[in-house]
Antibody, heavy 118, light 113 residues
Framework: EVQLLESGGGLVQPGGSLRLSCAAS????????MSWVRQTPGKGLEWVSM????????SYGGSVKGRFTISRDDSKNMLFLQMDSLRGDDTAVYYC???????????WGQGTLVTVSS | DIVMTQSPHSLAVSLGERATINCKSS????????????LAWYQQKSGQPPKVLIY???TRESGVPDRFSGSGSGTDFTLTISGLQAEDVAVYYC?????????FGQGTKLEIK
């Protein structure tokens, strides 16, 4: 059974940084592309970033490009999201999601809440 | 960016009846090389992450009941739930994976009338 478990969320001040982690199990992690998707009550679901199997290329949504960095450690079955220069509108639940070979999301974690506020 | 527009925003349907949710993309999301539309439908119940129901616009994910069906091509798509059950109360989202940034519709909240 595929399991994705996010961690690292919390309260951070504007301009601060946070690193999210996602522990994956139940599948051959290194052979699948992975993504981060966030959700806010006001803006719904927003795709944040994606990393292909092997670690490259990576891609980002326009609102986070240049501030967030996605990475993976296939030896530890871990996905990461380094978030810098955080803003209030980055406040959201962040989900780790697995992509299929046909490019839709077939598994999601339970999410971790990031709150950016002073 | 491809904009996904869902309608209606909310929907109330009686148990056993049919629910229809529409999704329109701002660009054609048909992948010519395999003649598949790069569109998925997700169901999100309260307090849970989204769950995929349909991909390639009309292919049901394994384990999804056959009362859920998807149709459409190009820019116009529909999710149909035939014989609504109480457990189908949720928010439904369409999503295009034709090109990055992947984008979602704003969601349709389905309730029981």
């Amino acid at each position: 059974e595929v399991q994705l478990l996010e961690s690292g969320g919390g309260l951070v001040q504007p301009g601060g940084s946070l690193r999210l982690s996602c522990a994956a199990s139940g599948f051959t992690f290194g052979t699948y592309a992975m993504s981060w998707v966030r959700q806010t009550p006001g803006k719904g679901l927003e795709w944040v970033s994606m990393i292909l199997a092997g670690g490259s290329p990576t891609s980002y949504g326009g609102s986070v490009k240049g501030r967030f960095t996605i990475s993976r450690d296939d030896s530890k079955n871990m996905l990461f999201l380094q978030m810098d220069s955080l803003r209030g509108d980055d406040t959201a639940v962040y989900y780790c999601a697995k992509l299929t070979t046909t490019w839709h999301f077939d598994s999601w974690g339970q999410g971790t809440l990031v709150t950016v506020s002073s | 960016d491809i904009v996904m527009t869902q309608s209606p925003h909310s929907l109330a349907v009686s148990l056993g009846e049919r629910a229809t949710i529409n999704c329109k993309s701002s660009q054609n999301i048909l992948y010519m090389s395999n003649n598949k539309n790069n569109l998925a439908w997700y169901q999100q119940k309260s307090g849970q992450p989204p769950k995929v129901l349909i991909y390639w616009a009309s292919t049901r994910e394994s384990g999804v009941p056959d009362r859920f069906s998807g149709s459409g091509s190009g820019t116009d798509f529909t999710l149909t739930i035939s014989g609504l059950q109480a457990e189908d109360v949720a928010v439904y989202y369409c999503q295009q994976y034709h090109s990055t940034p992947y984008t979602f519709g704003q969601g349709t909240k389905l309730e029981i009338k």
